[in-house]
């Protein structure tokens, strides 16, 4: 399974971004696939997660109400759509899948066997 992340970039304090993650090599919908953050100096930290089937989604306390994950499973594509940025957000966005993450482990980083590369996301003041 290969991940690629896209559509990191500049965006002003309150203003919205979209990114993308691309799914190849396996079906989509197969896997639950998350969105981790990690800003220079920190841990990488869970931001949202959908899951196959329903797709239930999950968010980290720090996003609720501003950012939105979503899939287009006919286009092998999970995305996160961020509002209302914040400087606070500014960071590498990650992509991550798994098939057999158990829901109580959905929120936590050792979970995820697939990873992406980053993509940054700057909020500037």
């Known amino acids: 399974v ?3 992340a896209s ?7 309150g203003g919205s ?3 993308s993650c691309t799914v190849s090599g396996r079906t989509l919908n197969n896997y639950v696939v998350a ?8 841990e990488r ?3 949202a997660a959908i899951r196959r089937g329903q797709g239930n989604t999950y968010y980290a306390d720090s ?11 006919a286009k092998n594509t999970v995305y996160l759509q961020m509002n209302s940025l914040k400087p606070e957000d500014t960071a590498d966005y990650y992509c991550a899948a798994d098939a057999q993450i158990i829901l109580s482990s959905i929120r936590d980083i050792r ?12 909020v500037s003041s």
């Open 17 to 19: 971004l979209s990114v």
């Open 2 to 4: 290969q991940l690629q």
């Open 63 to 73: 996003v609720k109400g501003r950012f939105t994950i979503s899939r287009d499973n």
């Open 45 to 47: 930290e869970f931001v």
């Open 111 to 122: 979970g995820y066997d697939y990873w992406g590369q980053g993509t940054l996301v700057t």
């Open 7 to 13: 559509g990191g970039g500049l965006v002003q304090a």
């Open 35 to 42: 969105w981790f953050c990690q800003a220079p100096g920190k």
